[in-house]
């Protein structure tokens, strides 16, 4: 079974940077597309950005656009977040999500949370103004 555990979260002035990791168990790691999902107290899940299985093909939603960036590392089963010019608005329990779906791009960029197989526990972000 995929296991996948978030690491970075943590409180930061508006204006500063973190980066989250998400690291995965398993030997097929680089089969899976990748992505990073946040959920607000009372509000739904939100997608945040996604990659490809070989990092090649990414998708960041508009909201963080230019201000987030979405990279995998295979070798050490990891894909990361880093996360700049953080907002209050940003502020959220950030989840990694992996999926086993095989058709990223041309239009599909696993937006929706049903269209992911694995998620990790999550990690704490809090932008402060």
């Known amino acids: 079974q995929v296991q996948l555990v978030e690491s970075g979260g943590g409180l930061v002035q508006a204006g500063g940077s973190l980066r989250l990791s998400c690291a995965a168990s398993g030997r097929t790691f680089s089969n899976y597309v990748m992505g990073w999902f946040r959920q607000a107290p009372g509000k739904e899940r939100e997608f945040v950005a996604s990659?490809?299985?070989?990092?090649?093909?990414?998708y960041h939603a508009d909201s963080v656009k230019g201000r987030f960036t979405i990279s995998r590392d295979n070798a050490k089963n990891t894909v990361y977040l880093q996360m700049n010019s953080l907002k209050p608005e940003d502020t959220a329990v950030y989840y990694c999500a992996a999926s086993t779906g095989t058709t990223y791009g041309g239009g599909y960029y696993f937006t929706a949370p049903n269209e992911y197989d694995y998620w990790g526990q999550g990690t704490q972000v809090t932008a402060s103004s």
């Open positions: 990659i490809s299985w070989s990092g090649g093909t990414t």
